[in-house]
């Protein structure tokens, strides 16, 4: 099993849509969960950080469920600039070997 | 305030060459981190170094590569007589302190060194 896995992708959704991405990890030790997002041919931008309590930053929600080792992201109302590679990133005992998953495809169409 | 810095953003080899990748860490960070990405594929840890020290080289593969952090100038990921299985995008981070919190520094990476080997 990876130690970090999500949903296959790619999503193609219409401009407008909710569309919701999965992420499962194997480390229950765990310490820090993030969403990053990753433009073609560019560097990982941090989105957002993921708490226990979940949390919103506009149309961007990220859940986490300790207990089945998820993480979840939810984007409403898609916008044609939300189309990128979203990658789902852990952070294990330990502080700084952060582990990433092998990312989820978005486009959102006109 | 400029950001992490990676030099060259293109690299291409031949087979059997050495591959040298800089990466000058935002001023005041003192440590850094290599990351590669091969194609589709998410971004694997490679080596966590301080000035002048390796802290961790779980990820890099043990023969080929190696990194260094000298007191002065940039950090240097070198790969030498590169294979074709080399090509990938090399990404390089900073923090001025280990640990959690340098994952929610925005200007985490730099934009990463494409090399490719022919």
């Excluded at chain 1, 993030?34 to 708490?51: A, G, H, I, N």
């Amino acid at each position: 099993r990876k130690e970090v896995e999500q949903d296959p992708g790619p999503f193609n959704v219409p401009e407008g849509a909710t569309v919701a991405f999965n992420c499962t990890y194997s480390n229950s030790a765990s310490q820090s969960f993030f969403w990053y997002r990753q433009d073609c041919r560019k560097e990982p931008k941090l989105l957002m950080s993921v708490y226990s309590s979940g949390n919103e930053d506009g149309r961007f929600t990220a859940q986490l469920n300790r207990a089945s080792q998820y993480i979840s992201l939810l984007i409403r109302d898609s916008k044609l600039s939300d189309s990128a590679t979203y990658l789902c990133v852990v952070l294990p005992p330990g502080g700084f070997k952060t582990i990433f998953g092998a990312g989820t495809r978005l486009f959102v169409k006109a | 305030n400029a950001g992490v810095m990676q030099n060259p953003r293109h690299l291409v080899r031949r087979r059997g060459q050495e591959a040298r990748l800089r990466c000058s860490p935002m001023k005041g960070h003192s440590h850094v981190y290599w990351y590669r990405q091969l194609p589709e594929e998410g971004l694997k840890f490679m080596v966590y170094l301080q000035k002048e020290n390796i802290i961790d080289e779980s990820g890099m593969p043990k023969e080929r590569f190696s990194a260094e952090f000298p007191k002065e100038g940039p950090s240097i990921l070198r790969i030498q007589q590169v294979v074709r299985g080399d090509s990938a995008a090399y990404f390089c981070a900073s923090s001025p302190t280990p640990g959690q919190e340098i994952m929610n520094t925005e200007a985490f990476f730099g934009q990463g060194t494409r090399l490719t080997v022919v």
